[in-house]
């Protein structure tokens, strides 16, 4: 192990994935998880800033995708033209820290970070995001879902760079909504939180439903089965009576200093029928 360490901070995206292949060091984003995870502690590997990668930053629209770049922060996420289908999105990237922290966090950082309460994954989940990856031998991209493997694991190597997320363009004028459990109203730590994504037909009868719930399991998780029961219902203030505490079976909340497991999965339930009956009324 050396003794010392270096600093690097590329100013495009070709160098900052030469000097992280290079070096082995660790990505420094927006630095709102990277320097707390510190403590008082100096970093014990080469540190690779890509802060400067412009390349990586802000958000666009093909014919097939909505892309947010890895380096775009809440903040942005929060006040860019989206349609429905993202209120979940910036309903949770709202709840991410402060203003400040918003104005700094980036979408990568916080999906590399890979906790079990990140807010933002479980409204990229109901969105079938994908994430895609960077490295000196080439890009690849996977669902988000399998992206995220643990608590603070994920299939990034360690000479990749989470470039960008991307999500279908699919029911963009769905309605959606994200809910969020916690000991108090601001800057917390979530009990539980619920995404959803509701389309209706026509006749006013569910279409298509996407359905995920954090902190509740080590990775955050879609409730396919409740989705499936969703779609042909009605769309009215009734639907979340359909909700049954069978359908968040796939969860594994834990206890800790927050809430016990079976706190947590009661409290999921009401607000999985409350995220509902929101999207309905949005309808």
């Avoid at 969105?127 to 399998?146: C, F, H, K, N, T």
């Avoid at 960008?164 to 009990?191: C, D, H, M, W």
């Avoid at 995920?212 to 409730?223: I, Q």
């Avoid at 969703?230 to 809430?259: E, F, N, Y």
């Amino acid at each position: 192990m050396r003794g010392f360490y270096l600093y690097f901070r590329p100013k495009n995206l070709d160098d900052a994935i030469a000097v992280l292949n290079s070096s082995g060091g660790q990505i420094l984003a927006g630095g709102t998880d990277f320097y707390p995870a510190l403590g008082e502690s100096l970093p014990q590997s080469d540190v690779v800033d890509i802060t400067g990668v412009r390349e990586i930053h802000g958000i666009s629209a093909d014919e097939r995708y909505f892309r947010i770049g890895g380096l775009t922060t809440w903040a942005e996420v929060v006040s860019a033209p989206l349609p429905n289908c993202f209120d979940a999105l910036k309903a949770a990237a709202r709840e991410i820290g402060s203003v400040q922290i918003q104005n700094r966090a980036t979408v990568a950082g916080n999906l590399c970070n890979a906790s079990p309460a990140a807010d933002s994954v479980p409204a990229l989940l109901v969105l079938d995001a994908e994430v895609e990856l960077l490295s000196i031998a080439g890009s690849r991209r996977m669902p988000l879902a399998q992206f995220i493997t643990g608590n603070r694991k994920t299939q990034r190597r360690g000479d990749e760079i989470l470039i960008a997320v991307l999500a279908p363009r699919q029911s963009e004028n769905a309605a959606s909504a994200f809910l969020k459990l916690g000991t108090r109203k601001y800057l917390v730590i979530s009990i539980s939180m619920v995404a959803v994504v509701l389309e209706t037909n026509d006749s006013g009868y569910v279409s298509q439903a996407r359905v995920a719930v954090g902190s509740c399991s080590a990775v955050a998780r879609r409730l396919s089965d409740l989705e499936r029961e969703l779609v042909g219902q009605p769309a009215d203030p009734q639907i979340g009576l359909l909700v049954q505490p069978q359908h968040l079976a796939t969860l594994s909340p834990i206890d800790d200093m927050r809430a016990t497991a079976e706190y947590r999965r009661d409290a999921s339930v009401t607000l999985v029928r409350r995220a509902l009956q929101a999207c309905v009324g949005r309808v």
